[in-house]
């Protein structure tokens, strides 16, 4: 048998379980929680019927955290397969051009301002503006006199400014009380605690049609992993597919951000999995991280929730303890013959 | 597909000196035209220009029989196979999914592969004596095998012309033999083959025209004999050679003097 052939099959396979994976974890997210419901009373509840508390439970509290976690670990897992292909790097993660960064100081600076607790839309308003500010100063710095977009320019900016956004976390941090300190560092680390139907609603609205985007670039992405020149021989528009790419990933994880906090490893660890199992091709890479994304976040948010309840966990913490062994228990399966 | 170039001048931004001054050439279709010159010669230059991502400060350039701006990439991917020389691929493929990439400006909207497109690739891997790499890691290659691949993909695009910029370098005498009778086999069908290479002599014995580049300007151009004369390749490479009709194949050779 052709190994081709074989990996066509191991795709299917793999798709297979990661769509049924995502979709059983997706059940449980709304079947468990610190309040235990029965079975029973669950299906009840599922059918539209049960008490109002339950309903209240599942629909209002359970079911918005699940799909926020679904809409925003897809993406990250997503634009970070992107960011690797774009910046030919397998480091690459949503966060390496400083989005999370930028986001952040937005954050810190609403929580030390005290403004966090006037309305909800605060926070996440704050953090996506911080965001822009620095998708928006990494691409002024990265694109070259010639307008012409350059990757190793955009990656080193988009440290810099990376570093100086923390920079200015530190500041504010320093100068902050010491409840403000905790919920900066709590926000760091990531909750989808703060999911109401209207983000879910928000996030939906932005990271789906971006989402397609992107997929819709797997094939000049796939080329682009063989250099710019011969992409462009094979009929790609370079820089046409760097910005969109760039904008649009950036924009994905600045949109989780937002409601999400800072989630690592979720865009470093699921698009290297994935391309373990199924290979480089992105037709196949980025639609299988979307999904393998969506469904790891809803299981770290689980643990965050289950795990020391009712105190929750940052979720952050989840997946840098789950995503990382299980990372290095790939790496080290695909390097011995 | 014809390929025209007239009065060709490129300049890389900021530098004072024009990478091309002046290049004109015209390549008639199903000919193999080789374009030489010592390194730093524009020669890479020339086939970037030619296939529109350098852009002519001044001259044109023309395809077929369209203006080289008239083309889109895809337009362009569907009719011109391109082997640059340098390469280096991020992720680990296989050789079949690499050559499979020359397939890519055909497909459609889907990007679903149908037969003509495996056809066209299975042809492409014999026709290179890459077969048995099919399934290979194109990491794990030699140079040797990437060269031939890499030629194997522009070959899968179905292009009316092919430009290669030294597709036979690190390759064996068999494996340069084989590229260069495919080359040829390739112009006798009818493609347009513009070839870079530094291996002058079988440039003289496969090439019908022959193209000298020395500092951004033409040397010499016409065929074998006009163009491989001691007292130009002298000047031109700066260093002492004898030129001589090869009694086997008919053809000059050059040997440089120790």
Known sequence: MTESGGRRRRTVLVSGLVVAGTLGVALLGLALGSVAIPAGEFLEVLRGRGSDMHRLLVLELRAPRVLLGLLVGGGLALAGAVFQALLRNPLAEPYILGVSGGAAAGAVTVLSLGLAAATSWHLPAAAFAGALVAIGLVFGVAISADRRLDVRVLLLSGVVVGAFFSAFIALVISVSDAPTVRSAVLWMMGSLSGATWATVGITAAYTIPAGLLLLALARPLNLMAIGEETAGYLGTEVEQTKRLAYGVASLVAAAGVAFAGVIGFVGLIIPHSVRLLVGPDHRALLPLSFVAGAGFLVLADLGARMALAPTEIPIGVITAFVGVPFFLLLLRRSLSP | ?258
């Open chain 2, 1 to 258: 597909m014809r390929i025209q170039v007239s009065d060709l001048t490129v300049r890389y931004g900021g530098q004072a000196a024009a990478a091309l001054r002046g290049v004109s050439l015209d390549v008639a279709p199903g000919t193999l035209y080789a374009v030489l010159g010592p390194n730093g010669s524009g020669k890479s230059t020339l086939m970037r220009a030619v296939l529109g991502s350098v852009p002519a400060e001044s001259g044109s350039i023309r395809l077929g029989e369209r203006s080289l701006e008239s083309w889109s990439r895809k337009e362009m991917a569907r009719a011109v196979g391109a082997v640059p020389q340098q390469e280096h691929v991020a992720f680990p493929l296989t050789v079949r999914e690499l050559v499979a990439m020359g397939r890519y400006p055909h497909l459609g909207l889907l990007g679903a592969e149908g037969a003509e497109d495996r056809a066209a690739v299975e042809d492409a891997l014999v026709r290179c004596d890459a077969a048995r790499l099919a399934h290979r890691d194109v990491g794990t290659l030699s140079g040797g095998e990437f060269q031939r691949v890499r030629v194997a993909r522009a070959l899968a695009q179905s292009p009316a012309a092919l430009v290669l910029d030294e597709p036979t370098a690190s390759l064996d005498i068999r494996h340069e033999m084989e590229i260069l009778r495919l080359l040829r086999s390739s112009a006798d069908d009818g493609i347009t083959v513009l070839l870079i290479t530094h291996h002058l002599d079988l440039a003289a014995r496969f090439a019908d025209r022959l193209l000298l580049l020395a500092c951004g300007e033409v040397a010499a151009e016409g065929t074998a004999a006009q163009v491989l004369r001691a007292e130009t390749l002298e000047r031109v490479y700066g260093w002492p050679v004898d030129v001589r009709t090869d009694p086997a194949t008919g053809s000059p050779r050059v040997t440089p003097r120790s």
